[in-house]
């Protein structure tokens, strides 16, 4: 079974910065796409960035220059830089990795079960 672990959210004043992670962990065979989603109260799950194996990103236009997406394929870590934090940043944020677990399978999404990131005075 894959599980994804999120750490690294917290309360943070508007301006400041938090880094999340996610790990993956379990028995699979390889990780393609990763990606940071997150949810405001009362609206939809959004993407906020995504990193494709290679290394090519991908970021909502609304944390373009502030967000910065990376992973390390060794250690099968996705994790996301968040600086000049605005209140409209507030969100539970979510990762999501695409695992292939199994040559006769495809691969699939897994999620991890989120963190809380609040921008607050």
């Known amino acids: 079974q894959v599980q994804l672990v999120e750490s690294g959210g917290g309360l943070v004043q508007p301006g400041g910065s938090l880094r999340l992670s996610c790990a993956a962990s379990g028995r699979f065979i390889s990780t393609n796409a990763m990606g940071w989603y997150r949810q405001a109260p009362g609206k939809q799950r959004e993407l906020v960035a995504d990193?494709?194996?290679?290394?090519?990103?991908n970021y909502a236009d609304s944390v373009k220059g502030r967000f910065t997406i990376s992973r390390d394929n060794a250690k099968n870590t996705v994790d996301l830089q968040m600086n000049r934090l605005k209140p409209e940043d507030t969100a539970v944020y979510y990762c999501?990795?695409?695992?292939?677990?199994?040559?006769?399978?495809?691969?699939?999404?897994?999620w991890g079960q989120g963190t809380q990131v609040t921008v607050s005075s």
């Open positions: 999501k990795i695409d695992v292939r677990t199994s040559w006769e399978l495809n691969p699939k999404d897994y």
């Open positions: 990193i494709t194996s290679g290394g090519s990103t």
